[in-house]
C-alpha cells in the first residue's frame, strides 16, 4: 500500500514568511509524528498526535511552531515568521498507534531553505 | 539522561568488510532500540530493532548486539556492500511511551 508522503518536497522562503507543511500518513495509522532533521544532527522530536487524544508537543522549539491533524488522518506543520535557523528537512511518521516499541513509518521530508 | 550517543560520525568500508556502529544510553527505561537507514534524499527506514531481554539479533548481514550491563548496543553489518552506504541512526524508546531519542547518525561509505 502507499506510504507515508509530504507536501512540498522542497520549500524556499523568505524569512519572516509563514510556511505550512503537509503529511499524508499511512491509511489506519492512528499515531503521527513530526521531526526536524538539521544538517549533521540527528532526527529531533516535534510533535505526535495520537488519535483522538491531546497532542504531545513537548519537542515544539518555539510558539512559532504548531501542528494540527484533521479527521485523524492529515497532518499540517505550520512555521510562522520563519527564520534562518529553521532550515531543516522535516519528517512526518506515522505508526499504528497499538502499543510503545512499534515500527514508525517515515515519508520522505520537505527540505525547507529559508533566505 | 534521555541521550543517545552514537559513534563513529562516518564511516569507510572496503567491500566485504564489517561496518560496526555504536550506541550508549544512560535512561535504563529505555526498552526498545531500534535502528534506522537513511538513503540520500529519502526518510529513514526500520532495519532491525532489539529488547534488552536479549542479548543479539541477526537479521540477514545486519547483526545488534546489546549490552544491558554496560547499557550499549551495537549495529553489526557483515559483507558490507556499496549499497549499504546510507546514513544509519539508533534510537531508543521508553515503555509505554511513543517517542523515540534518535542518536546523530553515522554515515557509512562502503567502497567497491
Known amino acids: 500500500g502507499a506510504g507515508v508522503s509530504q507536501s512540498p518536497s522542497n520549500k524556499v522562503t523568505e524569512k519572516g514568511k509563514d510556511v505550512e507543511l503537509r503529511c499524508d500518513p499511512i491509511s489506519g495509522h492512528t499515531a503521527l509524528y513530526w521531526y526536524r532533521q538539521s544538517l549533521g544532527q540527528g532526527l529531533e522530536f516535534l510533535i505526535y498526535f495520537q488519535g483522538n487524544s491531546a497532542p504531545d508537543k513537548s519537542g515544539l522549539p518555539s510558539d512559532r511552531f504548531s501542528a494540527e491533524r484533521t479527521g485523524g488522518s492529515v497532518s499540517t506543520l505550520t512555521i510562522q515568521r520563519t527564520q534562518q535557523e529553521d532550515s531543516a528537512v522535516y519528517l512526518c511518521?506515522?505508526?499504528?498507534?497499538?502499543?510503545?516499541?512499534?515500527?514508525?513509518?517515515f515519508g520522505p521530508g520537505t527540505r525547507l531553505l529559508v533566505l | 539522561q534521555q541521550q543517545v550517543k552514537q559513534s563513529p560520525q562516518s564511516l569507510i568500508v572496503q567491500k566485504g568488510g564489517i561496518s560496526i556502529i555504536n550506541c550508549a544510553y544512560e535512561?535504563?527505561?529505555?526498552?526498545?532500540f531500534p535502528w534506522y537507514q537513511q538513503f540520500p534524499g529519502k526518510g529513514p527506514a526500520l532495519l532491525i530493532a532489539i529488547r534488552p531481554d536479549v542479548s543479539e539479533k541477526k537479521e540477514g548481514r545486519f547483526t545488534i548486539s546489546f549490552n544491558k550491563s554496560a547499557k550499549q548496543f551495537s549495529l553489526h553489518i557483515m559483507d558490507s556492500q556499496p549499497g549499504d552506504s546510507a546514513t544509519y541512526f539508533c534510537a531508543a524508546s521508553i515503555a509505554g511511551t511513543y517517542k523515540y531519542i534518535f542518536g546523530t547518525g553515522t554515515r557509512l561509505k562502503v567502497l567497491a
Open positions: 535512561n535504563t527505561a529505555f526498552d526498545y
Open positions: 511518521a506515522s505508526s499504528l498507534g497499538t502499543g510503545g516499541g512499534e515500527t514508525q513509518y
